[in-house]
């Protein structure tokens, strides 16, 4: 997938602009940004919903319009509502016939499965909960073994069961050579499963990379000991660490490498220090709050496009 300056302006001057992405090989691509950011906006246009008002996009090395990759796209839409007098196996056997399939049988049942709801296939829509027909959509989209899969937020009708779900399916479809473009607001969620990662905000892409590259200038992490005292302090400058926070047995540390754990529960131990716990807090929230509250992250050679 590729794109170069894609821009969707709405009439409202709203939308996502000077798009510039590249993946290369099947990845989880993970599109992080608030309500409102433009995530929504250019799936639609990569998925040809929207005409782009300017720039390029290409997927599987074609032009993005063109009629042979929508055979080899899926798409799950945020907002869809499949008719209500429906029912699941219809849902799909409907888009199987859309998708000119035969024999589907079977492929239904497998996917309906898949997503856990092969007991409802049965069952009208309008019996469905937010959860279950989410879990629907996500069957549909697969149903033509998609070359790229884009989610646009799979997971916001989901408990937490179902989250693992999707996730374990995410990775399985990875695994089997599917690059999987997913749009989310759950920094958590991303964090998990996405080999690299934008962050959109008023329609621009304000910091890309992988997880490791966005969280290494910002992770925080936090020591339980027995005691914090001058000593420690002193431990701590001679390293020119970053204290953030401090209690009586309490330490917050802005680090700039994982490495740095190990090193200093060494010798916070070689200094007889009792360690209870360490904490690393979630970094890429750091990361986003960082980015959308001050719009501008440096991320090494990353690009940079804000
Ligand atoms: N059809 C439209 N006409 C005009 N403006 C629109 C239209 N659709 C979306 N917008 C505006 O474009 C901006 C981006 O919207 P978009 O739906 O892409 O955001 P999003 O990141 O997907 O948000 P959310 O996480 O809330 O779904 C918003 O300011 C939105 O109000």
Redesign the pocket.
């Given at each position: 997938m590729k794109t170069e300056n894609l821009t969707k302006e709405?009439?409202?001057k709203?939308?996502?602009f000077n798009i510039n992405l590249e993946i290369e090989k099947p990845i989880v691509f993970g599109l992080l940004?608030?309500?409102?950011?433009?995530?929504?906006?250019?799936?639609?246009t990569l998925v040809g919903l929207?005409r782009p008002t300017r720039g390029k996009a290409f997927l599987l090395g074609k032009p993005f319009d063109d009629i042979v990759i929508k055979s080899k796209i899926g798409y799950l839409p945020?907002n869809f509502k499949y008719p209500d007098w429906m029912t699941a196996y219809e849902v799909m056997e409907f888009h199987c016939q859309l998708l000119k399939m035969k024999n589907y049988k079977n492929e239904i049942y497998s996917l309906l499965e898949k997503v856990g709801i092969i007991e409802h296939k049965d069952k009208k829509i309008r019996l469905f909960s937010k959860g279950m027909q989410q879990r629907l959509g996500l069957a549909v989209s697969m149903l033509n073994r998609p070359e790229i899969i884009f989610l646009?937020?799979p997971t916001s009708a989901l408990d937490p069961i179902g989250r693992i779900d999707v996730r374990n399916i995410i990775i399985e479809l990875k695994n089997q050579g599917t690059t999987v473009f997913l749009?989310s607001?759950l920094l958590s969620e991303v964090e998990k499963v996405c080999d690299k990662v934008a962050i959109?905000n008023?329609?621009y892409i304000v910091a890309m990379g992988t997880i490791d590259e966005l969280t290494r200038k910002a992770l925080k992490v936090t020591f339980v000991l027995d005691k914090v005292d001058s000593k420690l302090f002193e431990i701590i400058s001679l390293k020119n660490i970053n204290i953030l926070n401090h209690s009586q047995t309490t330490l917050e540390l802005e680090l700039s490498s994982h490495e740095d754990v190990p090193i200093l529960v060494e010798e916070f131990v070689r200094s007889g220090y009792k360690i209870y716990e360490v904490k690393k807090s979630q970094e890429l929230e750091n990361v986003f709050l960082q980015v959308i509250g001050e719009g501008y992250f440096d991320v090494g050679n990353n690009k940079i496009l804000f």
């Open positions: 709405y009439s409202s709203n939308g996502c940004g608030p309500n409102g950011a433009g995530k929504s906006t250019l799936v639609k929207l945020e646009d937020e749009n607001h959109i008023n329609g």
